[in-house]
């Protein structure tokens, strides 16, 4: 099984700056991995597919970078909706499926 | 409106059992592998089962308790839970997927406990 590590675990961010946040696997998943935003008490939503392509609808600010082993989420300027927790996901060796355990980005 | 919607969901008791349903909307949903998701409370994502045309799997922490199946007829899929433990409570969510989870249902919610 692969593990999906997530760092940090918490980011504290003012708006309108830059959000970096990391996904590691522990072993290549070449770039078959997807990103999700979870907002407060709301489900979650496909923001990043294929380590790089934003999904349908997602503003441009998003965007999603790496391969292999190592992986990036940067949220270029931070609006007040971004504030959520962010998951990865690797689909390139499964089952199972494989989730990170996740980044809450909060304001600071 | 591609969308999915839970049911089935409730209270139920340690060793009790639970049918979980999700119908489909907006989509060829014959043409889609379809998965459950569950979110235990304050956690992360979970990933529970999978069933496309051809193919089940389940995690290992579900297997031999929960059963999958689809029904193309009626644009639905549904969990089986057995043997439930307190550790199954969660929000279960059915999720679309093209390997990635690309649309999500508002989700039901299973809590076990007596």
């Known amino acids: 099984e692969i593990v999906m590590t997530q760092s940090p675990a918490t980011l504290s961010v003012s708006p309108g700056e830059r959000a970096t946040l990391s996904c590691r696997a522990s072993?290549?998943?070449?770039?078959?991995l997807a990103w999700y935003q979870q907002r407060p008490g709301q489900v979650p939503r496909l923001l990043i597919y294929g380590a790089s392509t934003r999904a349908t609808g997602i503003p441009a600010r998003f965007s999603g970078s790496g391969s292999g082993t190592e992986f990036t989420l940067t949220i270029s300027s931070l609006q007040s909706e971004d504030f959520a927790v962010y998951y990865c996901?690797?689909?390139?060796?499964?089952?199972?499926?494989?989730f990170g355990q996740g980044t809450k980005v909060e304001i600071e | 409106e591609v969308q999915l919607v839970e049911s089935g969901g409730g209270l139920v008791q340690p060793g009790g059992s639970l049918r979980l349903s999700c119908a489909a909307s907006?989509?060829?949903?014959?043409?889609?592998?379809m998965n459950w998701v569950r979110q235990a409370p304050g956690k992360g994502l979970e990933w529970v089962s999978y069933v496309s045309s051809s193919f089940i799997y389940y995690a290992d922490s579900v297997k031999g308790r929960f059963t999958i199946s689809r029904d193309n007829a009626k644009n639905s899929v549904h969990l089986q839970m057995n043997s439930l433990r307190a550790e199954d409570t969660a929000v279960y969510y059915c999720v679309r997927e093209l390997y990635y989870m690309d649309v999500w249902g508002t989700g039901t919610t299973v809590t076990v406990s007596s």
């Open positions: 072993q290549s998943v070449s770039s078959n």
């Open positions: 996901q690797q689909y390139y060796n499964w089952p199972p499926y494989t």
């Open positions: 907006g989509f060829t949903f014959r043409d889609y592998s």
